[in-house]
Structures are given as structure tokens and as C-alpha cells.
């Protein structure tokens, strides 16, 4: 199983980028990284999803090395409302078979 | 895109009732659906992974005659809480999703069993 292992928490503050890393070190082959966003009383959000090297949307980058055993989610000038729980989940999508979660990590942004 | 409704938000219930929720995906064709449970603080517990038409794979632990899931069509499923006690009382989320693409979820349905 391709355990995941976040920081608990992490503060930052507005306008600065914030980089989270989730370390997997016995991903599989077949395993993609994606992370997720949740609010307190809602259902996660997806942020981003990749397989290896680097990914980037309109709301943030995964970086994945080469050997793929961590990813770091970097999220740029965050404001306040990136206040949130930040999830990476390790699996298969093919088959969505041991789809592991992290404990998760409780981002802070301050003014 | 990608919306996944989920119903009730919200559910209050005397002890012994049994309580369901539904997930829908409302603008693609859900594959697969995903039963989550989620405590204060805790990360997401999955529960069960449903295919359309075929009946729901459960994880260790998670008894099947108490959570019923109902996986009917490409867009709904549903999960029933039979005979629901305090200890039921959570926060449920549901997710979707088709190929290989990741999951899209439910605004989740908090669950108290008085």
C-alpha cells in the first residue's frame, strides 16, 4: 500500500506562495498523485493530479521527481480563503483500487 | 463540470430509524462512486466502492447489512444507514468518477443519531 505522509499543519501568509509535500515511498506503478482542498463541513475539492515531472492549472503546480516517492503541491500568492485542509491520495485511477489518503494537512493563511 | 449533488445536507433522526442519502452526479456519467465517512478532525474513511449495476465492493470493517449501497444507475447512488445508533453519527461523503479520471465530490451529509 502506498502510505502517504503530510505535515500536520503549515502557516503562511498572504501573497506568499506555499509549497506542501506528501512523501509516498512505495508508490506502485500504476499510482497517480492527486490532491484535494476541503473546507470544513464540505466535500473535497480537487486541485490537481499528476503522474511524474510537473503539472500546473490555473490554481496551482505538482511537482513530482523522477523517482516519484514524494510530490509537493505549490500553491501561488495564497490569500486567506486557501485557508483549508489539504489532502494528497495516492492510486490507481484505472482501477481505483488502494486509493490511500493522507492525514491531511491544515493549511493557515494569515493576513 | 463535474458536479456531484448530494442530499440531505443535513440529517437528525431518533436511534433505531434508518436514514439514506443520495449521490448524484448530475452532468456526466459516474462509472464509479465512492462512500466515504469522515470524523472531526480525521482524514476521509472510505467506506465502499460501487460500479454501476454491480453490488458495492466494502472495505474491512464496514458491515455491508448495515450500510447498504445501491449503485441503480450511471448517475445515483445511494447509501442507507439501517437502524442507526449515536455511534453512526458522522460526516458521509460521497464521490464520483469515470475512467480514469479522479474523484468528484458531494458536499458531504452530517448524520446525528439522537
Known amino acids: 500500500l502506498a502510505k502517504t505522509t503530510q505535515p500536520i499543519s503549515m502557516d503562511s501568509y498572504e501573497g506568499q506562495e506555499v509549497n506542501i509535500t506528501c512523501s509516498h515511498n512505495?508508490?506502485?506503478?500504476?499510482?497517480?498523485i492527486t490532491w484535494y482542498q476541503q473546507f470544513p463541513s464540505q466535500g473535497p475539492r480537487f486541485i490537481i493530479q499528476?503522474?511524474?515531472?510537473?503539472v500546473t492549472n490555473e490554481v496551482a503546480s505538482l511537482f513530482i521527481p523522477a523517482d516519484r516517492k514524494s510530490s509537493t503541491l505549490s500553491l501561488p500568492r495564497v490569500s486567506l480563503s486557501d485557508t483549508a485542509v489539504y489532502y494528497c491520495?495516492?492510486?490507481?485511477?484505472?482501477?481505483?483500487?488502494?486509493?490511500?489518503w493522507g492525514a491531511g494537512t491544515k493549511l493557515i493563511i494569515k493576513p | 463540470g463535474a458536479v456531484v449533488s448530494q442530499h440531505p445536507s443535513w440529517v437528525i433522526c431518533k436511534s433505531g430509524t434508518s436514514v439514506k442519502i443520495e449521490c448524484r452526479s448530475l452532468?456526466?456519467?459516474?462509472?464509479?462512486m465512492f462512500w466515504y465517512r469522515q470524523f472531526p478532525k480525521q482524514s476521509l474513511m472510505l467506506m465502499a466502492t460501487?460500479?454501476?449495476?454491480?453490488?458495492?465492493?466494502?472495505e474491512q470493517g464496514v458491515e455491508k447489512d448495515k450500510f447498504l449501497i445501491n449503485h441503480a444507475s450511471l448517475t445515483l447512488s445511494t447509501l442507507t444507514v439501517t437502524s442507526a445508533h449515536p455511534e453512526d453519527s458522522s460526516f458521509y461523503i460521497c464521490?464520483?468518477?469515470?475512467?480514469?479520471?479522479?474523484?468528484?465530490f458531494g458536499d458531504g451529509t452530517r448524520l446525528s443519531i439522537l
Open positions: 464521490s464520483a468518477s469515470w475512467g480514469n479520471q479522479p474523484q468528484h
Open positions: 452532468d456526466f456519467q459516474a462509472t464509479t
Open positions: 460501487s460500479n454501476e449495476g454491480s453490488k458495492a465492493t466494502y
Open positions: 512505495n508508490i506502485a506503478t500504476n499510482d497517480y
Open positions: 499528476g503522474y511524474k515531472t510537473k
Open positions: 491520495l495516492v492510486g490507481d485511477m484505472d482501477s481505483n483500487y488502494q486509493l490511500i
